[in-house]
Antibody, heavy 128, light 110 residues
């Protein structure tokens, strides 16, 4: 059974960089059939897609966060990571990692079909 | 990339059917049959209920169904049960390997 687990500091100071890692177990992060992504959910609010990565290292980011986000992958450790720089209180949220199955057709090219496995989420609070 | 539009809340009685709408644009919902729906209970991670517009993952009840017309996708839950009370989110593929979520809908089972 595939499992994803987020890890990282639960408290980050304003203007600093938030760093989280997602460890994948029960499956390989190097599979060509999946992307791996990060979403977040501020307290009492909705979900927001942050970005996704393919095992090759290709990355795709939410335009609203692109200038501050870096997602990377370490296939040797079966992990992928999120860095969000210059954080403010507005970045306080539960951060989730997830798997995204992908497919290909000649009209669409490569595409993702949804988030099928999720980590349990980790609350990151931005505060001094 | 703007968030998809969902009603803030819907409600229904046990046994009834409800439908949650998810309105996007011709750049996301309207361009692809790649809307997914998620159920989220308080304090829990979201759970995939529908993918590729109308497909159900293994283990998801056939009381959940999805459809699309133009720029609007819909999730229908038939035979409402108490355990269906949760928040529901839609998500659409938006091209170039990007995704966009809806604002979420709180379902209350009366």
């Amino acid at each position: 059974q595939l499992q994803l687990q987020e890890s990282g500091p639960g408290l980050v100071k304003p203007s600093e960089t938030l760093s989280l890692t997602c460890t994948v177990s029960g499956g390989s992060i190097s599979s060509s059939s999946y992307y791996w992504g990060w979403t977040r959910q501020p307290p009492g609010k909705g979900l927001e897609w942050i970005g996704s990565i393919y095992y090759s290292g290709s990355t795709y980011y939410n335009p609203s966060l692109k200038s501050r986000v870096t997602i990377s992958v370490d296939t040797s450790k079966n992990q992928f990571s999120l860095k969000l720089s210059s954080v403010t209180a507005a970045d306080t949220a539960v951060y989730y990692c997830a798997r995204l199955p992908s497919d290909y057709d000649i009209l669409t090219g490569y595409y993702v079909t949804g988030f099928d496995y999720w980590g349990q989420g980790t609350l990151v609070t931005v505060s001094s | 990339q703007s968030a998809l539009t969902q009603p803030a809340s819907v409600s229904g009685s046990p046994g009834q059917s409800i439908t949650i709408s998810c309105t996007g644009t011709s750049s996301d919902v309207g361009s692809y049959n790649l809307v997914s729906w998620y159920q989220q209970h308080p304090g829990k991670a979201p759970k995939l209920m529908i993918y590729e517009g109308s497909k159900r993952p293994s283990g998801v009840s056939n009381r959940f169904s999805g459809s699309k017309s133009g720029n609007t996708a819909s999730l229908t839950i038939s035979g409402l049960q108490a355990e269906d009370e949760a928040d529901y989110y839609c998500c659409s593929y938006a091209g170039s390997s990007t995704s966009v979520f809806g604002g979420g809908t709180k379902l209350t089972v009366l």
